[in-house]
């Protein structure tokens, strides 16, 4: 069975969890947010990791694996949905509204059988459920079982009504060992298609054949040549994982997103970047004003006093 120990990390506190293969390392403090992930058998940090707390909240959504509820961009933070309009606070650039309400909060945290659930609840009347338009509570699982780390989510609408429902995972990759060496990733993504994107940065609504990820998808793809900031859809009868292969240490990484998980963001600023985010998405920026399917956008509400759950996972092996 795993193993758990309590630290503290820059004034926060600090729970691993360590299994034979894998020790994933947990912030309640700071949005349950994943801060590290080694692959013990190679001494391997997986993820790009802060070194102090002022640099984790200056670029909260670039290390580690911040938890995203509701993901990605909403042009002007305004939607209709469930004959009702929201209004969500303006956190990008004052124009849009980026990425949920529970990342940087604090959670609650339990240990049992192995296992850390850390929690966060917006009771009514609180400053989170007034911001997002309901009460609604939210507990993630992490497991390590040999080695793969198992990320479960449990939505819980806490209204008597209706809301909208996403979540996000900005699992953000380091692509450089810990003296500095590139990691030399190459990546493959499931059959599938790609929306196109705005000069905003934001989806058009019209999706087509791979070409941003046209060597993702054939296997060929080389992550430190990759500059991105796009979507890409996975057909509905796909196996939904995206699989890494570094050659030095010879590892694959399997990413596994299961339903309603089918799209992903692939975010890296530049050439020289040592990190890629590869992000398992729910719903897709501004999905509520597109003109496309929910079954693509991955709009959806879940009804009063009702549960979601959500599953991810990362597993490590020798290739």
């Given at each position: 069975m ?28 700071y ?5 590290s ?7 391997l ?15 909260p ?58 929690s ?8 989170e ?8 509570r939210?507990?993630i ?44 990733y ?11 994107m ?14 941003k ?12 040549e990759?500059v ?15 699989t890494?292969?570094?050659?030095q ?9 299961r339903?309603?998980f089918?799209?992903?963001?692939v ?21 509520p ?14 009804q009063?006093h ?14």
């Amino acid at each position: 069975m795993p193993t758990w120990e309590s630290r503290t990390w820059q004034g926060l506190e600090s729970l691993q969890l360590r299994g034979d293969a894998l020790e994933v390392e947990v912030l309640p403090g700071y949005g349950g947010q994943v801060r590290s992930l080694i692959y013990r058998p190679a001494g391997l940090e997986l993820l790009r990791t802060p070194t102090t707390r002022d640099e984790l909240q200056g670029r909260p959504f670039l290390f580690g694996i911040p938890v995203l509820f509701l993901p990605g961009r909403l042009r002007g933070g305004v939607f209709s949905l469930g004959g009702r309009t929201y209004h969500w606070p303006l956190n990008e650039r004052g124009e849009n509204h980026l990425h949920g309400f529970v990342w940087g909060k604090p959670w609650q945290r339990t240990v049992d059988n192995g296992t850390l659930t850390v929690s966060f609840t917006a009771a009514r009347g609180s400053a989170e459920a007034e911001a997002f338009g309901h009460p609604f509570r939210l507990a993630i699982t992490y497991g390590v079982h040999g080695g793969e780390l198992a990320v479960r989510a449990e939505v819980e609408n806490l209204d008597d009504v209706a809301m909208p429902i996403g979540l996000g995972y900005h699992t953000t990759l380091s692509l450089a060992d810990g003296q500095g060496q590139p990691l030399d990733y190459a990546a493959h993504l499931p059959p599938g298609r790609e929306w196109e994107m705005g000069n905003d940065v934001m989806p058009t609504g019209r999706l087509g054949r791979p070409a941003k990820f046209a060597r993702w998808v054939d296997g060929s793809q080389r992550l430190w040549e990759v500059v991105s900031d796009h979507l890409f859809l996975v057909d509905g009868d796909a196996d939904n994982v995206v699989t890494l292969e570094l050659k030095q240490p010879r590892l694959s990484v399997r990413m596994t997103a299961r339903d309603p998980f089918r799209n992903w963001v692939v975010y890296r600023p530049a050439l020289d970047a040592p990190f890629i985010s590869i992000e398992p998405v729910s719903w897709v920026h501004n999905a509520p004003n597109l003109h496309q399917p929910a079954e693509f956008t991955g709009v959806r509400q879940l009804q009063g006093h009702d549960r979601a759950v959500f599953e991810y996972m990362i597993a490590v092996s020798p290739n």
